[in-house]
């Protein structure tokens, strides 16, 4: 029995240790807006991508899956003068 414990403790001292270390979320996030005028033409524009990093010191991948996700953010809105805008943020996230 003792030395099943000895060796069983190793192991499990292993498997929840292992996991954890040092990791990055990049994060690349692009705007696009539009505007509609009164008359139903539209313009758009993109803008230049950015990328961002942040680094996580011992943590389980696991872990960063909530914080290091895709998100898509889309606010509209209508103007007084019968226009309406929109814009749209992307973040497309990877742990590295």
């Known amino acids: 029995m003792k030395k099943t414990i ?6 499990l001292f292993f498997t929840f240790s292992a996991c954890k270390k ?4 990049e994060c690349t996030s692009t705007s696009t807006s539009s505007y ?11 803008g230049a991508p950015s990328t961002t990093k942040t680094d996580y010191k011992k943590v ?4 960063l899956d909530f914080s290091c996700g895709n998100s898509k953010y889309v606010s509209t809105g209508n ?6 805008s929109t814009y749209v943020t992307e973040n497309k996230c990877s742990i590295k």
């Open 6 to 11: 000895l060796i069983a403790l190793p192991v």
């Open 22 to 25: 040092d990791r990055t979320c």
């Open 36 to 46: 509609t005028d009164k008359s139903g033409n539209t313009s758009s524009s993109t």
């Open 60 to 63: 389980k991948k696991s872990s």
């Open 79 to 84: 103007n007084a003068d019968g226009s309406s």
